[in-house]
C-alpha cells in the first residue's frame, strides 16, 4: 500500500505528530510519497521520520493508493487538484481553522492507521465544476473546481451583471457584487457567508447565489448538477474575476463562461465520527 502525502507550510507545531505517524506507517509496512512543499518542511523539522519517504514535485507522477492532506480546508482544495483526475481517495487532517473537509483532527491521528487498516471509514463521492472559456482553451491550468465558481467584479467596478442561462435558456441577469456557482461540497464555504443554504454534500445538485444582490428578488437558486450554465458578465470595467477554489484569472468583460459537471469526482475518506450531521453540529454550533 502506497500513502501520497500533501500539507501546507504551517506544520512546525503538528510536526511531532506526523512524525509519529510516519514511523508507524513505516512499521506497518506502507510506502509514502510526498509533496515536495511539505518534505521541505518536515526535513528541517524531523529529518528522521522522512527515512524512505520519496519527494514529489508538481506535474511529476505518482503511483498511490489513496492520499492524505494536513492543513485547513484551502490545503484539502489543493490535494484535490495535486490527486486531479486519479480518483484516490483523499483523507484530510484538520491543522487548520473549521475543516469541514476534513475526515479527522490532528488529535486524532493515532486513530487513523488502525481504523485504514480496518477499512473501518466511509468514501463519499463529491462531484467537481469543469469550467470552460470560450476562445480561450488555456486560460484555466486546472479547470475544475471542488467548492465554487465565481465570478466578481474587478477593483475598479461598482458592480457587475451576471447573465446566466441554464441549457440554453435564459435564467436571470444578476446585478450584484457577483455570482457563486457552488457544489454542494462548496455550500458550507462562500456561499454560506452570502447568506446560500447548506446541501449534503453527495446531493447531485449545484447552488447559484447571489453576492450582494442590488434586487431582493435575486436568491438562491438550487439546480440538477447535470445543467450547463453560462454566464456572461458585463460590467463599466474592462475586465471581472473569476474565479475557481480560490485561483482565479481576470477575463475581459463579455467573455462566455461555461460551467458543467465534471467527468470524475473527488473521493473524500470520511471517518464515522465525522459524517455531515456531526460535522454540522460541531462547526455551525448546532449542539
Known amino acids: 500500500m502506497t500513502i501520497a502525502i500533501y500539507g501546507s507550510r504551517q506544520q512546525e507545531p503538528y510536526a511531532g505528530a506526523i512524525a509519529a505517524f510516519l514511523k508507524s506507517l513505516r512499521t506497518a509496512g506502507i510506502d509514502v510519497v510526498m509533496h515536495r512543499k511539505i518534505h521541505g518542511v518536515l ?31 484551502g490545503t484539502f482544495l489543493r490535494t484535490a487538484m495535486w490527486v486531479g483526475d486519479r480518483q484516490l481517495p483523499i483523507l484530510g487532517v484538520n491543522t487548520g481553522h473549521l475543516g469541514y473537509l476534513s475526515g479527522a ?74 455570482l457563486i456557482v457552488a457544489t454542494p461540497t462548496g455550500s458550507t464555504a462562500y456561499n454560506l457567508s452570502v447568506g446560500g443554504p447548506v446541501a449534503q454534500p453527495t446531493a447531485p445538485i449545484w447552488v447559484l447565489s447571489p453576492i450582494a444582490a442590488h434586487s431582493l428578488g435575486m436568491r438562491p ?13 458585463e460590467a463599466r470595467s474592462h475586465s471581472f474575476r473569476l474565479t475557481l477554489d480560490g485561483r482565479y484569472r481576470m477575463l475581459p468583460v ?27 453540529r460541531e462547526k455551525l454550533n448546532w449542539n
Open 254 to 280: 463579455g467573455t462566455r463562461v461555461s460551467l458543467r459537471r465534471a467527468p470524475f469526482v473527488a473521493r473524500i475518506i470520511m471517518r464515522r465520527a465525522h459524517a455531515f450531521p456531526a460535522a454540522l
Open 105 to 178: 483532527s490532528i488529535d486524532e491521528l493515532p486513530d487513523v492507521l488502525p481504523e485504514m487498516l480496518r477499512g473501518d471509514f466511509d468514501i463519499e463521492s463529491r462531484s467537481l465544476i469543469e469550467v470552460a472559456v470560450e476562445g480561450r482553451e488555456d486560460a484555466l491550468d486546472w479547470p475544475y473546481a471542488l467548492n465554487e465558481v465565481t465570478f466578481t467584479k474587478d477593483e475598479a467596478s461598482s458592480i457587475v451583471t451576471a447573465h446566466t442561462r441554464i441549457n440554453g435558456r435564459d435564467l436571470a441577469s444578476y446585478r450584484a457584487d457577483g
Open 221 to 233: 437558486l438550487i439546480v440538477s448538477d447535470d445543467s450547463v450554465i453560462d454566464v456572461v458578465v
Open 43 to 73: 526535513s528541517a523539522l524531523v529529518p528522521d521520520a522522512l527515512r524512505g519517504v520519496h519527494a514529489v514535485a508538481d506535474g511529476s507522477p505518482f503511483e498511490a493508493d489513496m492520499a492524505m492532506s494536513f492543513g485547513g480546508d
